[in-house]
Structure formats: structure tokens, C-alpha cells
């Protein structure tokens, strides 16, 4: 079988062109939201009557658009409450289940405008006597 060298010079021009675009980076590129949103420190938990009050601090408002309070339970469990408001430090929540031998894991995180959202702050435990 006869191979024509228009047939090579095709395969190894194919071969060469997928080669130049395969890339080798050795980075990932920088994630356009790295450091785009900051993240709420100062995270406090208190019981609050039949409910939970959480209250928190952000360095700064920049891109914030609102907050996501999580509401983990021991089964896994897990509720959130957006807050439309960037100017927001606090949430009341009374559907969060605060039976007596319950224990809620709480955190909360900013969102931008087009609902992304930034990283998680620490997790803060409240246990119910």
C-alpha cells in the first residue's frame, strides 16, 4: 500500500497544529473571582426567644450585593436566608429548629449582583440546652 505524500504532508500538518494547541501551563488561570468578594469574619450565634440571631462584620462592601446565612442541623440538614442588602450585619430566623439537645452550625457568605457567591466564613456552633 502506497501512501501519497499529499496524504503525509496532511497527517503531519494535522498532527503539528494539534500540538501547537495543546497548552503546557503549569498554572491555572487566576479564578476572576479570587478576592472579588470578602469574606464575613466575626460571626456570632445567639438563641434569640423561639429563634437564632446571628450578627457578623465584612473588611469591605466592594461587590457585595446581599448575604446567604446557612443553617446547618445535626441531621445535615441545611436552611438559608438571603438578605437583599449590603449594608445587612444581622439576621433573626425563627424557623431554624432550636429544641431543647440542638445543635446548628452557622455560616455566612456575600453575593454579587449576579448572584455569585463569595467564600464561606467560618463555621460558628450554637448548641441549644
Not at 25 to 45: C, K
Request: aromatic share 4%.
Amino acid at each position: 500500500m502506497r501512501v501519497s505524500m499529499t496524504t503525509k504532508v496532511l497527517v503531519l500538518g494535522g498532527i503539528l497544529v494539534l500540538t501547537l494547541g495543546c497548552s503546557n501551563d503549569l498554572e491555572t488561570p487566576t479564578a476572576y473571582h479570587r478576592n472579588h468578594l470578602a469574606v464575613p469574619t466575626d460571626v456570632e450565634a445567639s438563641l434569640n426567644g423561639d429563634g437564632v440571631r446571628v450578627t457578623w462584620q465584612i473588611e469591605s462592601i466592594q461587590n457585595v450585593a446581599g448575604f446567604v446565612v446557612s443553617f446547618t442541623d445535626a441531621t445535615g440538614s441545611v436552611r438559608t436566608r438571603s438578605l437583599q442588602d449590603s449594608a445587612a450585619r444581622s439576621l433573626a430566623d425563627n424557623s431554624v429548629n432550636t429544641e431543647s439537645g440542638s445543635i446548628i452550625q452557622i455560616q455566612v457568605r456575600a453575593f454579587d449582583e449576579d448572584d455569585f457567591l463569595g467564600p464561606l466564613s467560618t463555621v460558628v456552633s450554637l448548641s441549644v440546652d
